[in-house]
């Protein structure tokens, strides 16, 4: 059964850059059905997708966070990899590592397997 | 990119039909999810593709589509449903989440 799970400092100061990994367990990172993404959530708020990427590298990423957002792959670790920089304390939530299933049409997915969150405050 | 608006709160009595509903403009041309989440865990898949339902959900949770409108339905209600649940869809423009609604069993 496919496990994902987060780690990652869960306190970084204002202006630096947040730094979490997804370690993929029970299953390839290396397969061309899936995505591999990040989503978080706020305090008491709704989720965000942050961004997707596939397995061969290509990535799209939130609008509102693509000059912060880089989501990197490294397949010989069966890991990826979340990158946000010059973060605020508006960037404090959980952040979920999750698999998206591509539905052959284009980008439409769906996420079928999250990990179970990290936490990341932004204080100084 | 688009939005999906979802009523913020939806109350039912044990042992009834919860309806809870996404709008969107892209809805007639993209497949919408659902996902559940109960406090202090990670969401769950419940429906994709619009009404299909992943093994190991209860059959009491079902989705439909009509229009710009989807609609998470779950038959007799259980105590265990009361959660936040999401819908979603996707497009080459991105990921989009509706603000969550939260599902209180009376």
């Known amino acids: 059964q496919l496990q994902l799970q987060e780690s990652g400092p869960g306190l970084v100061k204002p202006s630096e850059t947040l730094s979490l990994t997804c370690t993929v367990s029970?299953?390839?990172?290396?397969?061309?059905?899936?995505?591999w993404g990040w989503i978080r959530q706020p305090p008491g708020k709704g989720l965000e997708w942050i961004g997707s990427m596939y397995y061969s590298g290509s990535t799209y990423y939130n609008p509102s966070l693509k000059s912060r957002v880089t989501i990197s792959v490294d397949t010989s670790k069966n890991q990826f990899s979340l990158k946000l920089s010059s973060v605020t304390a508006a960037d404090t939530a959980v952040y979920y590592c999750?698999?998206?299933?591509?539905?052959?049409?284009?980008?439409?997915?769906?996420?079928?397997?999250w990990g179970k969150g990290t936490t990341v405050t932004v204080s100084s | 990119s688009y939005e999906l608006t979802q009523p913020p709160s939806v109350s039912v009595s044990p042992g009834q039909t919860a309806r809870i509903t996404c709008s969107g403009d892209a809805l007639p041309n993209q497949y919408a999810y659902w996902y559940q989440q109960k406090p202090g865990q990670a969401p769950v898949l419940v429906i994709y593709k619009d009404s299909e339902r992943p093994s190991g959900i209860p059959e009491r949770f079902s989705g439909s589509s009509s229009g710009t409108t989807v609609t998470l339905t779950i038959s007799g209600v259980q105590a265990e449903d009361e959660a936040d649940y999401y819908c979603?869809?996707?497009?080459?423009?991105?990921?989009?989440f509706g603000g969550g609604t939260k599902l209180t069993v009376l």
């Open positions: 029970g299953g390839s990172i290396s397969s061309s059905s899936y995505y």
């Open positions: 999750v698999r998206g299933v591509l539905l052959g049409n284009g980008d439409d997915h769906y996420m079928d397997v």
């Open positions: 979603q869809s996707a497009d080459s423009s991105g990921v989009v």
